[in-house]
């Protein structure tokens, strides 16, 4: 009776570990091509991102090259980004809100994750400093790293950086009018 039993119970065994077996090899071949679509839509989002940021940097040349843009515009852009490297000191004696302004602060200053820390005080530097005193090479360099941190990393302070850098470079490359 014993040897009916191990013998029954090893045909169930074997059946359990052959489906398992089974389940598991058609499980790795459906979530093998479905990893190989999200790396496709991964691919064309990239492609989306860069072509729209792309797009911008154009019109942006484009209105450049016909002098539009000003400096209150590109000083506009470059404090915003400043904002997002550098908390407002408060001045404030209430206890509440110099905690509330550490906590912006915590948020803010620390520079995204994806950039080298070189990179971050780049753009910290970049953004700190008078339009006047900037290169159209430095404007070039914050929009590639802009760029990347948007593109590769998904994140939207990128397209921000961009954007402004792009715009800062418009201004700085105008054709400068007579004075």
């Known amino acids: 009776m014993p040897l009916e039993l ?11 570990v052959a ?7 058609w499980l790795g071949k459906k979530f093998t ?6 790396d496709r839509i991964e691919g064309w989002l990239r492609a989306l991102a860069s072509a729209m940021l792309e797009a911008h940097h154009v019109v942006v040349d484009f209105l450049s090259l ?9 000083d506009y852009l470059k404090d915003r980004i400043r904002a997002l490297f550098k908390a407002k000191e408060n001045t404030s004696m209430n206890p509440l809100e110099k905690q509330r302004n550490e906590e912006v602060k915590s948020l803010r200053v ?9 990179d971050a ?13 900037l290169t159209v090479e430095e404007a070039e360099k914050a929009y590639e790293l802009g760029k990347r941190l948007f ?15 792009a715009y800062i470079k418009g201004y700085l490359s105008r054709p400068k009018s007579p004075t």
């Open 121 to 133: 005080e780049f753009l910290r530097d970049f953004f700190e400093r008078d339009l006047e005193r």
């Open 6 to 16: 191990v013998a029954g119970f090893g045909g169930v065994l074997v059946a359990i």
């Open 33 to 38: 091509s479905i990893d190989a679509r999200f």
């Open 110 to 118: 620390d520079p995204p994750a994806s950039l080298r820390k070189e």
């Open 66 to 74: 016909k002098g539009l843009i000003e400096k209150k515009e590109a």
């Open 19 to 25: 489906s398992t077996t089974t389940l598991a090899y």
């Open 151 to 165: 593109v590769e990393h998904a994140d939207e302070r990128g397209f921000l950086v961009a954007i402004a850098a």
